[in-house]
């Protein structure tokens, strides 16, 4: 058998690599994951690589936050006006987005304790699975990147940090919704009027509520691409490791107390 290639006779298998992405699972935080899908429902699944169910609560959370205006309703919390933000909420959507932002931290928390559970037992199972990926389209192999450029890419434009470490699907929905916010938001041409020194028309052009979505995108861009550059290396490491000592190292060595025993 060719140790090297996922031959689908795992039970858990702790990875796998596509021309999509390098797939892991690995050991979370679940109040870390929860916190994210409480500041925007779907990031704390697109952080598990739970896409499917990650974009529908994204979208789910734009659709409804706009009609509900919820973001709108925030803006004028922070500038004090409580009466305006409470006539502003539409009850009729705010209703339904209730439940669904609660399932969302609930789900993603008990997904990311089911999940530890798992990376335990396949780390005991210890099955080999695929490296290297190559198909019409793309090319995706382990290897380890630096996670400051996955950061510094990420803060440029949200979902180039995940382009750089090959999460290709994250990194498409990423840029697709960072586009759209820019345009409905009109932050590049407030961006352009700051330049020209015009203050006032910059501030005035801009719309908040498409503004609002950007600190969570950034921030969650930021923190899955350094998060998941962090992961890959370790386990590029692992699995070299593992690929030296099965073809290279005599069986004859053993280490006890790192010192070699003959």
């Known amino acids: 058998m060719n140790n090297y290639t996922n031959d689908n006779t795992a039970r858990r298998l702790r990875a796998h690599v596509s021309i999509l992405g390098t797939t892991q699972i690995h050991l979370r935080n679940p109040y870390i994951i929860a916190w994210w899908s409480a500041a925007f429902p779907g990031f704390g699944h697109l952080l598990l690589s739970k896409y499917l169910r990650g974009f529908v609560l994204f979208i789910w959370e734009v659709v409804v936050n706009v009609n509900a205006n919820v973001n709108l309703a925030m803006i004028y919390s922070f500038q004090g006006e409580i009466d305006k933000a409470k006539d502003i909420l539409d009850t009729r959507w705010l209703l339904i987005y209730i439940p669904v932002y609660l399932f969302a931290i609930w789900d993603s928390y008990r997904t990311t304790v089911d999940m530890n559970k798992v990376y ?6 210890e099955h080999p699975f695929n490296t290297f990926s190559i198909g019409a389209l793309e090319i995706n192999y382990l290897d380890k990147r630096n996670p400051l450029m996955a950061i510094i890419w990420s803060l440029f ?6 382009l750089y470490i090959h999460r290709i699907v994250t990194a498409f929905f990423v840029i697709v919704w960072v586009v759209l916010f820019s345009y409905l938001s009109h932050g590049l041409e407030a961006i352009s009027l700051l330049f020209l020194g015009e203050i006032q028309e910059a501030t005035s052009v801009l719309n908040e509520e498409w503004l609002l979505f950007f600190p969570s995108i950034f921030g969650f861009a930021v923190f899955d691409s350094y998060m998941n550059t962090v992961e890959n290396n370790k386990l590029c490491e692992r699995e070299q490791r593992k690929y030296l000592k099965e073809n290279y190292q005599s069986p004859t060595f053993n280490l006890l107390n790192e010192h070699k025993v003959k």
């Open 120 to 125: 335990i037992l396949a780390e005991h199972e």
């Open 157 to 162: 434009v949200p979902g180039l940090g995940q």
